[in-house]
């Protein structure tokens, strides 16, 4: 019986995993066993296709690279934020998923920033490999940080 016992809880333990398809926003982690910190295994492909909907859409306000614009924290003459960093250097890194598929889709309200909202233009898929290139840009650090602090819990 305490075989059996012991068998069904390392059964639960071990499900207990992520186990998001490669593909998915969040993508599979695993913990670098030399560093600590939890590493990205994003699929490429969607990588790529996430940098080309960025090319098309959002390069002209985040960068080239998401680095964004000099003095992003100053609102501008008309009281509007100018477009934040989507790179390691801050930001976007300090939301969760769900808060960046929500921005992209819904936009930012009218009176702090001009981001577009980008639902019924871009697929719910475009999205979601958007979201996988721009986490692809941040340093492992700031990945093993916004991991922990939002999907990791």
Not at 82 to 100: C, I, K
Not at 101 to 115: A, E, F, H, V, W
């Amino acid at each position: 019986m305490h075989k059996l016992l012991l068998f069904g809880i390392a059964t639960l333990l071990l499900g207990c995993g992520d186990s998001a398809p490669l593909g998915s926003i969040s993508g599979q982690h695993q913990v670098d066993s030399k560093t600590g910190l939890v590493k990205r295994i994003f699929d490429q492909a969607q990588i790529k296709r996430g940098e080309s909907v960025y090319a098309e859409n959002c390069v002209g306000c985040h960068g080239p690279n998401g680095e964004a614009t000099p003095d992003w924290r100053k609102p501008g003459p008309e009281g509007k934020y100018p477009p934040p960093p989507l790179d390691s250097t801050a930001h976007a890194w300090h939301h969760s998923t769900e808060v960046l598929k929500k921005t992209i889709l819904k936009g930012t309200p009218p009176d702090i920033g001009s981001m577009p909202a980008w639902e019924g233009k871009l697929t719910e898929q475009q999205i979601d490999d958007v979201i996988v290139w721009i986490k692809s840009l941040w340093s492992d650090e700031i990945y093993d940080i916004w991991y922990k602090n939002f999907e990791g819990k």
